[in-house]
């Protein structure tokens, strides 16, 4: 298995628009849209030969936000900055920034679909 087995990741929308216009705003990043197999869906950027995840958030009958089950950790530089944006936009905080000893910081909030997800900021 390769040293990071996760290659795609999808979070469920109700509302496109609306999480395109939250992701955008809260990480700074542009997601590009497109429908793949009958599903709306907006892509983060990737790159390739890179580290890390591609992913993408998806509308459709069989997406269904939720806060149980898997939670997705972002990477931040500044997850102080990221929860001041996040909350800005009617995001919850889950769970409160807290340090992890000797690994940098964590939280989590509810985005503006309704799902768990999480940050992470490396020291």
């Given at each position: 298995m390769a040293a990071n087995p996760v290659f795609h990741f999808?979070?469920?929308?109700?509302?496109?628009?609306?999480?395109?216009?939250?992701?955008?705003?809260?990480?700074?990043?542009?997601?590009?849209?497109?429908?793949?197999?009958?599903?709306?869906?907006?892509f983060f950027p990737r790159a390739d030969g890179q580290p890390?995840?591609?992913?993408?958030?998806?509308?459709?009958d069989?997406?269904?936000?939720?806060?149980?089950?898997?939670?997705?950790y972002f990477d931040v530089a500044d997850i102080d900055a990221v929860l001041a944006r996040a909350t800005a936009r009617g995001a919850a905080v889950l769970y409160a920034k807290k340090a992890v000893p000797g690994a940098g910081y964590v939280a989590e909030i509810e985005d503006s679909e309704g799902n768990r997800i999480a940050l992470n900021q490396i020291d």
């Open positions: 999808e979070i469920p929308v109700t509302d496109m628009d609306r999480a395109v216009a939250f992701y955008q705003a809260v990480f700074g990043v542009r997601l590009s849209r497109r429908v793949v197999d009958g599903h709306d869906m907006a890390g995840a591609s992913g993408a958030l998806a509308k459709g069989v997406y269904v936000p939720s806060k149980t089950g898997a939670i997705l």
